[in-house]
């Protein structure tokens, strides 16, 4: 093949396999991808997810299960889970195991990111405050639609837990999960609970 058919094909293969990769969807207040807060649980199930025991929170057992459960181990939303209530979504969590590296935020967040890089994405809209088990070494970062029906949290924590962490500081914090949905399931603090 001469080096001119090369030069000319060259940027043809390339828009080709451009075209064959698929960005993740993101993670929006509303849902992330094909899987929409208020799904029933048939059209979330139809999407590959389904109760599993690897969930974040395994309530087969608890009597509160029929109201409040997860469903999770899609394909195609590796290291996702579905909070169900009610037989509707009303929350998904991104980064409970492996493989979620790769997704993100509308606006680009994603786990590993630093809490000041969050910040300077989402400014005043976002509110801090200290994450419930970890106290100085983590946060919570909340954003709140206009209307106060749904929530994003960014879970962070220092990358390296020892018990030096006191008074840690944020550029030494990481996003380490994420979840998006309804506000008051956004706001459970374990799953269900």
Same mark, same amino acid.
């Given at each position: 093949? @001469?080096?001119?058919? $090369? ?8 828009l080709f396999l451009g075209?064959?990769?698929? /960005? ?27 109760? $599993? ?19 999770? @181990? ?64 983590? @946060?919570?970062? %909340? ?12 879970? %962070? @924590? ?25 506000? /008051? ?9």
């Amino acid at each position: 093949m @001469s080096r001119a058919l $090369t030069l000319c094909l060259a940027p043809l293969l390339l828009l080709f396999l451009g075209a064959n990769v698929q /960005e993740r969807p993101r993670l929006t207040l509303a849902g992330l991808g094909d899987v929409r807060i208020g799904m029933s649980s048939d059209q979330v199930k139809a999407l590959g997810f389904r109760l $599993t025991s690897t969930g974040p929170w395994d309530k087969v057992g608890d009597p509160t299960f029929i109201s409040c459960h997860y469903l999770d @181990s899609a394909a195609r939303f590796p290291g996702v889970a579905v909070m169900m209530s009610n037989n509707q979504v009303v929350r998904i969590d991104i980064g409970f195991r492996s493989g979620v590296e790769n997704w993100q935020s509308l606006s680009g967040v994603k786990i590993g990111m630093a809490l000041a890089d969050v910040k300077s994405i989402y400014g005043d809209w976002l509110q801090i405050r200290r994450h419930p088990y970890l106290d100085e070494a983590g @946060s919570y970062l %909340t954003l709140t639609s206009s209307d106060g029906r749904y929530a994003m949290i960014f879970a %962070t @924590s220092v990358k390296n837990m020892t018990d030096e962490n006191e008074g840690a500081t944020e550029q030494s914090q990481y996003v380490t999960d994420f979840r998006a949905g309804m506000a /008051e399931p956004v706001n459970y603090i374990e799953g269900c609970a």
